[in-house]
């Protein structure tokens, strides 16, 4: 399966890009898609705890099976005036 994830504020400016792709022999929960963006870029460490994971603009409560297709985003805490 391939996962297509946005990548909002600190973590696509850390990251150097707006959007982060993951393949997987099958289908990924939540958590497991958090585990592997944040192995994938280890120096954002530090902002796994807060960030928040929105499947189809929604933000995830416990931990979903992620479909194909699913309009994925990593959000961190932001805030602004």
């Given at each position: ?46 902002l ?29 805490p932001?805030?602004?005036?």
């Open positions: 399966m391939q996962y297509q994830v946005k990548l909002f504020a600190l973590l696509k400016e850390r990251a150097g890009s707006a959007s982060w792709s993951c393949q997987s022999d099958e289908a990924l929960t939540g958590s497991q898609l958090l585990a592997a963006f944040f192995d994938a870029h280890p120096s954002l460490n530090g796994r705890t807060v960030t928040r994971l929105a499947v189809n603009q929604a933000f995830c409560e416990g931990d979903p099976v992620l479909a194909e297709g699913d309009e994925l985003a990593l959000i961190p932001v805030s602004g005036g």
